[in-house]
C-alpha cells in the first residue's frame, strides 16, 4: 500500500503536469489563431485565380501544357506526405501516416502494379517514419512548421513539377489533413499531376469576359505552376491548422485526466491519512486501557 509521502509525490508530480498542459493548450489555441488566419488571407488570390482559371478552362483553346500530359504507362508515383514535426497532438501523425501507407500499399497498387512508388515527406513524424520504409525517398522536408512560410513550396514545387515534366514521375499525389473544425480534421487525398482541365474549373467560373493579353494560352501556361503552387500551400496551411486544433483537443483531454487523477489520488490520500489517525488513536486508547488494568 502506498504511503501518504508517496501519494503526496504523485499529487505534486501530477499538478505540475497539468500546468504543463494547460500552457501547450494555450500556445496550441494561439498558433490555430495565426494558422485560421493565414487561411483566410489566401483565399481572396485561391478563389481570384480559380475565377481566371475556370474562364481560360470554359474556353475553347487548343492548348497542351505538359501538367496537362495523362501518361497511359504509369511506372513513377510521387506521393507527398504532409505530417506534423511534433508529438503531442492525438492521432493526428497515426492517421496521416496510416492513409498514406494504406494509399501506397492497397490502392495506388492496385491501380498501377507495375510502378514504383516514391515519397516525398513534409514534417519531421512523416520523414523519420518513410525513412524506416523500402520507398525510395525524392526529397525530406522535416522541419516545415516551425515557422510555415511559402519558401518551403519554392522548395518543393520544382522537384515535383521538373520530375514530372521530365518523367521521373508520371502520377502525383498529395495527403494531408483538411482543417474542418475545432473537433474535426478530415484526411484528404488530392491527385496533383498530370491536371484535370476540369479541375482547375473548380467551383467558379468567371462572370466576366476578361481579354487576355498577349493570349489565353501564355496566361494560362504562367497561372498553372501558380495554381499547382497554391495547392501545395493550401495544404500546407490546412494541416498546420490541423495540427494546432488537435494538439489544443490532445492538452484539453490530457488536462482533464490529470485533474480528475489528482482528486482521484486526493480521496486516496484522505482515506489514508484518516487510517493513520484512526490507527494511532486505538494504538493510544489500547495503551491507556493496559495502564489502567495493570
Known amino acids: 500500500m502506498a504511503t501518504l509521502r508517496d501519494i503526496r509525490q504523485r499529487i505534486v508530480a501530477v499538478k505540475s503536469t497539468v500546468k504543463i498542459t494547460s500552457a501547450m493548450k494555450m500556445?496550441?489555441?494561439?498558433?490555430?489563431?495565426?494558422?485560421?488566419?493565414?487561411?483566410?488571407?489566401?483565399?481572396?488570390?485561391?478563389?481570384?485565380?480559380?475565377?481566371?482559371?475556370?474562364?481560360?478552362?470554359?474556353?475553347?483553346?487548343?492548348?497542351?501544357?505538359?501538367?496537362?500530359?495523362?501518361?497511359?504507362?504509369?511506372n513513377n508515383v510521387l506521393v507527398i506526405v504532409?505530417?506534423?514535426?511534433?508529438?503531442?497532438?492525438?492521432?493526428?501523425?497515426?492517421?496521416?501516416?496510416?492513409?498514406?501507407?494504406?494509399?501506397?500499399?492497397?490502392?495506388?497498387?492496385?491501380?498501377?502494379?507495375?510502378?514504383?512508388?516514391?515519397?516525398?515527406?513534409?514534417?519531421?513524424?512523416?520523414?523519420?517514419?518513410?525513412?524506416?520504409?523500402?520507398?525510395?525517398?525524392?526529397?525530406?522536408?522535416?522541419?516545415?512548421?516551425?515557422?510555415?512560410?511559402?519558401?518551403?513550396?519554392?522548395?518543393?514545387?520544382?522537384?515535383?513539377?521538373e520530375g514530372f515534366i521530365n518523367g521521373s514521375y508520371d502520377r502525383v499525389h498529395v495527403i494531408f489533413n483538411e482543417f474542418k473544425s475545432m473537433i474535426k480534421q478530415e484526411i484528404r487525398i488530392n491527385p496533383l499531376l498530370p491536371v484535370e482541365p476540369s479541375a482547375t474549373v473548380g467551383q467558379k467560373r468567371a462572370s466576366t469576359d476578361y481579354i487576355y493579353e498577349p493570349s489565353r494560352g501564355e496566361i494560362l501556361e504562367n497561372l498553372l505552376p501558380r495554381y499547382l503552387n497554391l495547392q501545395l500551400w493550401r495544404a500546407l496551411?490546412?494541416?498546420?491548422?490541423?495540427?494546432?486544433?488537435?494538439?489544443?483537443?490532445?492538452?484539453?483531454?490530457?488536462?482533464?485526466?490529470?485533474?480528475d487523477l489528482i482528486n482521484s489520488l486526493q480521496l486516496e490520500y484522505n482515506k489514508a491519512r484518516q487510517a493513520a489517525i484512526t490507527k494511532e488513536m486505538l494504538e493510544i486508547v489500547g495503551g491507556a486501557e493496559a495502564l489502567k488494568s495493570a
Do not use: W
Not at 123 to 152: E, H, M, Q, W, Y
Open 27 to 74: 500556445v496550441a489555441a494561439a498558433k490555430l489563431r495565426r494558422a485560421q488566419d493565414a487561411i483566410i488571407a489566401a483565399r481572396p488570390y485561391a478563389n481570384k485565380l480559380a475565377e481566371v482559371l475556370g474562364n481560360l478552362a470554359s474556353a475553347e483553346i487548343d492548348f497542351a501544357h505538359p501538367f496537362f500530359d495523362k501518361r497511359e504507362d504509369v
Open 237 to 259: 496551411l490546412d494541416s498546420n491548422a490541423a495540427e494546432q486544433a488537435a494538439r489544443m483537443m490532445a492538452m484539453e483531454n490530457a488536462t482533464t485526466n490529470a485533474k
Open 82 to 161: 504532409v505530417s506534423s514535426d511534433r508529438g503531442l497532438c492525438g492521432a493526428f501523425n497515426s492517421n496521416i501516416l496510416k492513409a498514406a501507407t494504406v494509399h501506397i500499399d492497397k490502392t495506388l497498387k492496385a491501380e498501377y502494379p507495375k510502378a514504383k512508388f516514391h515519397v516525398l515527406p513534409i514534417g519531421r513524424r512523416a520523414a523519420t517514419f518513410f525513412n524506416r520504409r523500402n520507398n525510395p525517398i525524392a526529397a525530406s522536408f522535416p522541419d516545415v512548421f516551425g515557422k510555415l512560410d511559402f519558401t518551403t513550396i519554392l522548395q518543393v514545387a520544382p522537384i515535383v513539377t
